[in-house]
């Protein structure tokens, strides 16, 4: 988590001074909720996200974001099955626990569709798409010990680290409350273009491939 948190200030500190003399600023901050989408990798998690936009127009702005879940809990029914056709039994059932951990980074371009950042009146609607990397910890528990030398199986019991780059697609709409202070609600798909095989990952093509609600509150400065 202190490395993304680094990470995430390196790529914000040069864009604010870049452009802090010709553009106005926001800082957001939400609450969300995580469905996990792919099939026998669904999970549901709560996060948070700290976001920094760069207005450079009242409509149109680039944006920077760091957001955080808690643990996602899943499982599959998977079988071991023998390396060796002598070894008795053949095949062993067991169930494997994962919990799976991401953080995000993101930046992107965001676009008011209806209204804008400092609109005072009405509500605003807006979308964004962006490039993130997602880095995540998955760590398994078996239900039955299992005899890796002797047993073929699917997925290995422990822990290990993941990274993925995503496209990230939003849809939101925000409300003013007075004083710059701005409501939003928006959905947000964060989906996997890259992958690798993984000995402690199930499904790990297109995956893991997310979506969440988010609810949050945006000031602007």
Same mark, same amino acid.
């Given at each position: 988590m202190k490395q993304s948190g680094y990470i995430f200030l390196i790529l914000l500190l040069p864009l604010s001074s870049l452009f802090a003399q010709e553009t106005r600023f926001s800082l957001s901050t939400d609450g969300n909720i995580l469905r996990s989408l792919r099939k026998q990798q669904r999970f549901w998690a709560i996060g948070q996200t700290v976001t920094g936009h760069f207005h450079f127009t009242p409509r149109n702005e680039a944006y920077a974001w760091l957001v955080y879940y808690t643990n996602g809990i899943f499982q599959n029914q998977l079988n071991a099955t023998a390396k060796q056709p002598a070894t008795t039994p053949q095949q062993i059932a067991f169930t494997n626990k994962a919990r799976m951990r991401i953080v995000q980074i993101s930046l992107g371009w965001?676009?008011?569709?209806?209204? *804008?950042?400092? *609109?005072?009146?009405?509500?605003?609607?807006?979308? *964004?798409?962006?490039?993130g990397l997602m880095i995540g910890r998955i760590e398994n528990t078996h239900s039955v010990k299992i005899d890796t030398s002797t047993y073929n199986v699917q997925v290995l019991e422990g822990s290990s680290h993941f990274k993925r780059l995503t496209a990230d697609f939003t849809l939101g709409y925000e409300k003013p409350v007075g004083a710059d202070f701005f409501l939003y609600l928006e959905g947000r798909a964060l989906v996997p273009i890259t992958d690798y095989p993984s000995r402690f990952i199930y499904i790990y093509d297109n995956a893991p491939f997310v979506g969440s609600v988010n609810l949050g509150i945006r000031i602007l400065f």
């Amino acid at each position: 988590m202190k490395q993304s948190g680094y990470i995430f200030l390196i790529l914000l500190l040069p864009l604010s001074s870049l452009f802090a003399q010709e553009t106005r600023f926001s800082l957001s901050t939400d609450g969300n909720i995580l469905r996990s989408l792919r099939k026998q990798q669904r999970f549901w998690a709560i996060g948070q996200t700290v976001t920094g936009h760069f207005h450079f127009t009242p409509r149109n702005e680039a944006y920077a974001w760091l957001v955080y879940y808690t643990n996602g809990i899943f499982q599959n029914q998977l079988n071991a099955t023998a390396k060796q056709p002598a070894t008795t039994p053949q095949q062993i059932a067991f169930t494997n626990k994962a919990r799976m951990r991401i953080v995000q980074i993101s930046l992107g371009w965001k676009h008011y569709l209806k209204g *804008s950042c400092n *609109s005072e009146e009405k509500w605003n609607l807006y979308g *964004s798409a962006g490039w993130g990397l997602m880095i995540g910890r998955i760590e398994n528990t078996h239900s039955v010990k299992i005899d890796t030398s002797t047993y073929n199986v699917q997925v290995l019991e422990g822990s290990s680290h993941f990274k993925r780059l995503t496209a990230d697609f939003t849809l939101g709409y925000e409300k003013p409350v007075g004083a710059d202070f701005f409501l939003y609600l928006e959905g947000r798909a964060l989906v996997p273009i890259t992958d690798y095989p993984s000995r402690f990952i199930y499904i790990y093509d297109n995956a893991p491939f997310v979506g969440s609600v988010n609810l949050g509150i945006r000031i602007l400065f």
